[in-house]
């Protein structure tokens, strides 16, 4: 199994300001999976974080609000640009094991003032 | 189309009994797995089981075991003898193709409450 912690496990920011989030995994993996899930909602994939290349984002989502970095194969950051308090979620990483299992890191509460 | 459909909001049921959490998916792939996860108030998503297209028997961990029906393309969740720690947001998921390193779509999940 992997375990995958992230940082910071919540915070409140104000509007207009950043916030990075990481997540490091304590093996290393090709992939690793950003998910956003808004309050009451389910989880909605951001991007897929591939070391050593580009993120791959999903429709609705954009690099320039949501970079990402993938340093090197246990660890990947997040960063929410320019908060609105739409951005106000739970961020999580994920991670493969082996193709049936994915873990995911225990999420990072957001909350935009 | 959703590719996961969970078509119970919310479900409630006694202490000891068992409850069936229904998921159906839509999909054209041979090959796909098929996740349960837990979500209690914290926010942490728990893994519980997982469902390949080719595995002929149903998956069990414990108390949980997964209904799969492939020609109706279902993968209902089973409980045995609940307990209060089950009450949780429990959403099923799905991964096409074969390959592990793919995301997973999610269903809109189910609340159980588990009554004393």
């Known amino acids: 199994s992997a375990v995958i912690s992230q940082k910071p496990s919540r915070d409140i920011c104000q509007r207009g300001t950043s916030l990075t989030i990481q997540c490091q995994v304590d093996s290393q993996v090709t992939m690793m999976f950003w998910y956003r899930q808004q309050p009451g909602q389910s989880l909605t994939l951001i991007a897929t974080?591939?070391?050593?290349?580009?993120?791959?984002?999903e429709s609705g989502f954009v690099i320039d609000k949501f970079p990402i970095s993938r340093p090197n194969l246990t660890f990947s950051t997040l960063t929410v640009s320019n908060m609105s308090p739409e951005d106000s979620s739970i961020y999580l990483c994920s991670v493969d094991s082996g193709g049936d299992t994915q873990y995911f890191g225990p999420g990072t509460r957001l909350t935009v003032l | 189309a959703q590719k996961i459909t969970q078509t119970q909001p919310g479900m409630f049921v006694q202490e000891k009994e068992a409850v069936t959490l229904d998921c159906t998916y839509d999909t054209s792939d041979q090959s796909y797995g098929l996740f349960w996860y837990k979500q209690p108030s914290s926010g942490e998503m728990i893994f519980l089981i997982y469902?390949?297209?080719?595995?002929?028997q149903n998956a069990t961990e414990g108390r949980y075991s997964l209904n799969f029906q492939k020609a109706r393309k279902s993968a209902n969740l089973v409980i045995s003898a609940s307990q209060l720690g089950d009450s949780a947001m429990y959403f099923c998921a799905m991964r096409e193709g074969p390959s592990g390193n793919t995301p997973l779509v999610f269903g809109k999940g189910t609340r159980l409450s588990v009554i004393a």
């Open positions: 974080a591939n070391q050593g290349s580009e993120a791959t984002y």
């Open positions: 469902q390949g297209s080719y595995d002929e």
